[in-house]
Every structure is written in structure tokens, then in C-alpha cells.
């Protein structure tokens, strides 16, 4: 291996770091959101950023991240539109109401 070119290959690593700050958005493969589909669900709700700021929403079940099957897939332009998305799909979106004292 080249070191020269291992060197520029951290050094550019590192400008992807800071620009994706900078940007407010994600790393590539990130997941930036996670919740059951429901309290009983055997599905969850994830959103896996794609480090360019727009995100997948996927229903999976199983043992996610290592062994699951996508149930649904939906790209998305933004973080925050995948994730709101995904607010709503997961038991995280349903209004709880308030018990009386």
C-alpha cells in the first residue's frame, strides 16, 4: 500500500467529517432513528441516513441491523422527512393522552 495515498484517503476523511457537520447532516449508513412499529409489534420503524443528507425509512423485522427482513423501503430528500415519516409509522406517533390526577 501506497502510505502517500493512505494519508490522503484520512485527510480527505476527515473534510467529509467536518463538511457533514458543518451541513447538519449524517454519516453514510448511520441509523438516525429506531422504535418499534407498535408497543406489541414484532416490526421496527428505522431510518438509515445515506451521508448526503436524504435517508431511508425501512419496516423491518427481525434482529436488525444483523439478521432481518425489509417489510417496506422509502427514500426520502431529506433526514428530517424520513424521520417525521418514521414518527409516524412507530408507536413513538401515536398521541398518548393524558391520565387524570
Not at 448511520?30 to 421496527?44: C, D, G, V
Request: hydrophobic share 35%; aromatic share 8%; net charge negative.
Amino acid at each position: 500500500m501506497n502510505s502517500a495515498q493512505i494519508k490522503r484517503l484520512i485527510e480527505l476523511e476527515r473534510e467529509i467529517e467536518t463538511l457533514r457537520t458543518q451541513l447538519g447532516i449524517s454519516a453514510r449508513g448511520e441509523t438516525i432513528f429506531q422504535a418499534p412499529r407498535s408497543m406489541w409489534s414484532s416490526e421496527e420503524v428505522i431510518v438509515v441516513a445515506n451521508g448526503y443528507g436524504s435517508a431511508t425509512l425501512l419496516v423491518v423485522e427481525g434482529n436488525y441491523p444483523v439478521d432481518y427482513h425489509v417489510n417496506r423501503e422509502e427514500t426520502f430528500a431529506t433526514e428530517d422527512e424520513a424521520c417525521y415519516a418514521a414518527e409516524r409509522h412507530s408507536w413513538r406517533g401515536f398521541p398518548i393522552t393524558p391520565q387524570p390526577e
